[in-house]
T-cell receptor
């Protein structure tokens, strides 16, 4: 099957610090990866589309200078939350698009900013 | 952008019962996927079904693309089926998935 991993699974950081989250496709190459955010009892909302070797495309209302995305290889995308604040606390989930159309999701990263 | 509506929002079943979850979407799609989100937040792929009918054990799904809806059937439900079921679609000209608001299923023993 297609496996996507995320690291870390859970992170607690202090307000004003930065946090990096890694997303890896373990058994397939993904030219496109996606980052979603999910608040409690809500659905997943797309934050940005990450394309290997090019700049990410951000959804309206998502600050690109705050949520830095890098897609350096066909199996790795990273999301860095800079100068984190308590309102950035959320569940961040990445997905990878396999050749064709079907997407596979990582297990998510729960970020708590204190 | 494309709109995705799921119904019902909440569903409580007794173990062994059958259920039907519905997903309506507002435009043509390249991709439609059903997911089960478990209590730890992991999204489990259930079906990739932009059209037609598929079955996998006690689960089956049907998408009628021309009428812009998809149905997920759960038969002989078990407590392990509890969780949130999401329908997500990829509209033409857009590669990301747009999620519905989900159906929260609780199966009681």
């Amino acid at each position: 099957g297609a496996v996507v991993s995320q690291h870390p699974s859970r992170v607690i950081c202090k307000s004003g610090t930065s946090v990096k989250i890694e997303c890896r496709s373990l058994d397939f190459q993904a030219t496109t990866m996606f980052w979603y955010r999910q608040f409690p009892k809500q659905s997943l909302m797309l934050m940005a589309t990450s394309n290997e070797g090019s700049k990410a495309t951000y959804e309206q209302g998502v600050e690109k200078d705050k949520f830095l995305i890098n897609h350096a290889s066909l199996t790795l995308s990273t999301l860095t939350v800079t100068s984190a604040h308590p309102e950035d606390s959320s569940f961040y989930i990445c997905s990878a698009r396999r050749v064709g159309v079907e997407q596979y999701f990582g297990p998510g990263t729960r970020l708590t900013v204190t | 952008g494309i709109q995705v509506e799921q119904s019902p929002p909440d569903l409580i079943l007794q173990e062994g019962a059958n259920s039907t979850l519905r997903c309506n979407f507002s435009d043509s799609v390249n991709n439609l996927q059903w997911f089960h989100q478990n209590p730890w937040g992991q999204l489990i792929n259930l079906f990739y079904i932009p059209s037609g009918t598929k079955q996998n054990g006690r689960l089956s799904a049907t998408t009628v693309a021309t009428e812009r809806y998809s149905l997920l059937y759960i038969s002989s439900s078990q407590t392990t089926d509890s969780g949130v079921y999401f329908c997500a679609v990829e509209g033409t000209g857009r590669r990301a998935l747009t999620f519905g608001s989900g159906t929260r299923l609780q199966v009681q023993p």
